[in-house]
């Protein structure tokens, strides 16, 4: 079993396959009306300044040092297209996605953060700017408690996908040192609200072998071959686990 961080990813969520690496927005909700204020749980841009379609259309600079030149020019003619389309038609929420997608990719994770905010007052019922604002903040700017904000507010606009209990739990085991105890809290919690669901078995099984909790461990385990006989690495885990 993996133990790295679980990513946020979801079958309904809407994946952009870039030609120099996958990189995914979350879309859902998208006939949520139009919002011009508030920040949907978000309190406000850090950097203080103004979000406004021209602020984040202004700019567009490599900070990647791993992209070739020829990859930034593939960002950039897609830069070029999404900002063509919203200065025609500002309020597509799918293109200020995708525009944070590509800012991402970059390496301007300030600029997806704003983008991601932008499209939560644009939005501020739905989940997919949340989701990856709470993946940005976790993984990109070091900010947890942004980040639990973020996927909290995501959990509440779409309590039904699973794959964000599973985001909050890993923002508690992996950013707060002082709240690992959170990640079970919360994966219980999500498995109660989604039983029998192996996408969330099989972490917590997996969290139980990593931090020596073997009964526990077994446990889970024996629940997750159960509901998934075909899975040979959570039988060779589970036999490892017994041995002990």
């Given amino acids: 079993m993996s133990k790295k961080p679980t990513l946020i990813l979801s079958s309904i969520i809407l994946i952009v396959i870039l030609a120099v690496g996958g990189l995914f ?40 040092p791993n992209l070739t030149a020829q ?46 905010i932008y499209a939560g007052q644009l939005r501020p019922g739905s989940s997919p700017p949340f989701a990856n604002l709470a993946d940005i903040y976790t993984y990109f700017l070091n900010e947890p408690q ?12 779409d309590p039904d996908d699973y794959n964000f209990y599973i985001s909050l739990a890993d ?41 020596d909790q073997i009964q526990k461990a077994i446990e889970w385990y024996e629940k997750l071959v159960i509901l998934s006989p075909a899975n040979q690495m959570a039988k060779d885990d589970l036999a490892e686990l017994r041995q002990k």
Avoid: C, H
């Avoid at 297209?81 to 997608?101: A, H, M, N, R, V």
């Fill in 146 to 157: 942004k980040a639990e904000s973020a996927i909290k507010q995501a959990i509440a606009n």
């Fill in 71 to 116: 990859q930034f020019q593939l960002f950039q003619q897609r830069f070029n297209e999404t900002k063509e389309i919203l200065q025609k038609e500002p309020d597509l929420f799918d293109s200020w996605l995708y525009l944070g997608i590509l800012k991402k990719g970059v390496g301007d994770y300030e600029g997806a953060r704003d983008v991601f």
């Fill in 171 to 211: 923002i508690y085991r992996y950013k707060f040192p002082d709240r690992q105890g959170m990640y079970e809290q919360t994966m219980l919690e999500a498995l109660a609200k989604f039983p029998d669901n192996v996408n969330l078995i099989a972490p917590l099984a997996a969290y139980f072998r990593d931090t």
């Fill in 25 to 64: 927005a979350y879309q859902k909700n998208l006939l949520t009306p139009l919002f011009k204020g508030g920040s949907g749980g978000i309190s406000s841009n850090p950097s203080d300044i103004v979000l406004t379609p021209e602020t984040l259309l202004s700019s567009f600079q490599n900070k990647n």
